[in-house]
């Protein structure tokens, strides 16, 4: 491992990515971009970019460009200070900050299917993980990577008041990622491990690319095509990845005088749950 200090990025649709955390510190700083493109998307695809500062343990992750996703506005920022154990999500227009839980954000769509069973079902069959390649990948950013391959496939099938809908979804994933660079805080962003659906397959699928990549994604790719749908792809790529000495004080704490709030504090008045799936305090961000 480099005697360095540098890091990283993820997308999911986000296909969040995970490195393991290293014996000693280092500070960082670096930009990413996650370009995704399906059918319907005006213009073929949307864009997002992130500045992100490490150090050790400590991240900040600030949204340059959203791509049209209203979760992740441009001017705020994800914040941690324990290696992604607990983000803050920072809205600094309206002076207001989230605890942020993509666990409970994803767990909920298998509790409310559970719940809609009598009128909506689905179902995933035929699910597939297998791993293509791992070779040297060559340079990026100036440090040797590791390039990995893998094709993954399901079958959805949605059932409503009777009529059901099978689609077969076939995706290949590609890594380059380096085992030069360590810093906890990297794992603030683009993690396939806080995806979850409440499908044991599905998430056991999801899953994998973790189990495949032990190190720190630098670029990764992929492509999908659903029947009947066409071709997706999402890309990820550092783009820019720079050592530093270290950073100002306060760029890793909450701002003074801003106010603790959820997105339950959002929903419209009258929205109700369907019976049987409760929401999870502050979901989806709040524990």
Same mark, same amino acid.
């Given at each position: ?17 995970? =490195? ?16 995704? &493109? @399906?059918?319907?998307?005006? !213009? ?9 500062? #490490? ?6 992750? /600030? ?9 992740? @506005? ?15 999500? #920072?809205?600094?227009? $309206? ?11 994803? !767990? ?11 009128? %909506?079902?689905?179902?995933? /069959?035929?699910?597939? &993980? ?5 070779? *040297? ?12 391959? =893998? ?14 809908? &099978? ?8 890594? =380059? ?11 603030? =962003?683009?993690?396939?491990?806080? %995806? ?11 899953? @994998? ?21 066409? $071709? ?5 790529? #550092?783009?820019?990845?720079? /050592? ?31 019976? !049987? ?6 979901? *989806?961000?709040?524990?």
């Amino acid at each position: 491992m480099r005697n360095t200090i540098e890091f990283v990025c993820r997308g999911v649709a986000c296909v969040l990515l995970v =490195w393991p955390a290293a014996a000693f510190s280092q500070a960082f700083y670096y930009e990413a971009t996650t370009t995704n &493109s @399906a059918p319907g998307i005006g !213009g073929g695809n949307e864009v997002m970019r992130v500045n992100a500062s #490490v150090d050790g343990d400590n991240a900040r992750v /600030e949204f340059v460009e959203s791509g049209g996703n209203s979760m992740f @506005a441009e001017g705020g920022y994800l914040l941690t200070n324990d290696a992604g154990g607990t983000i803050y999500m #920072v809205n600094p227009a $309206e002076q207001e900050y989230m605890t942020f839980d993509l666990d409970a954000l994803f !767990g909920l769509a298998g509790n409310l299917m559970g719940a809609m069973g009598g009128i %909506m079902e689905m179902s995933f /069959e035929d699910v597939s &993980s297998e791993q293509l390649t791992e070779q *040297p990948g060559g340079e990026l950013l100036g440090y040797a990577t590791t390039h990995y391959a =893998w094709a993954t496939a399901y079958t959805m099938t949605m059932r409503v008041a009777g009529f059901g809908r &099978s689609m077969r979804t076939e995706s290949t994933t590609e890594v =380059w990622c380096t085992d030069e660079l360590s810093a906890a805080g990297f794992r603030v =962003w683009l993690r396939p491990d806080r %995806m979850r659906t409440g499908n044991a397959e599905l998430d056991e699928l999801m899953a @994998a690319p973790e189990e495949l990549t032990d190190c720190m994604p630098l670029r990764a790719v992929t492509t999908s095509s659903t029947q009947g749908q066409g $071709e997706s792809s999402s890309e990820t790529v #550092v783009t820019l990845l720079r /050592e530093e000495p270290g950073f100002e004080a306060g760029l890793f704490e909450l701002p003074a005088g801003y106010t603790q709030t959820s997105l339950t504090d959002q929903l419209p008045g009258g929205f109700e749950l369907p019976e !049987g799936v409760e929401l999870p305090e502050g979901f *989806p961000f709040g524990r």
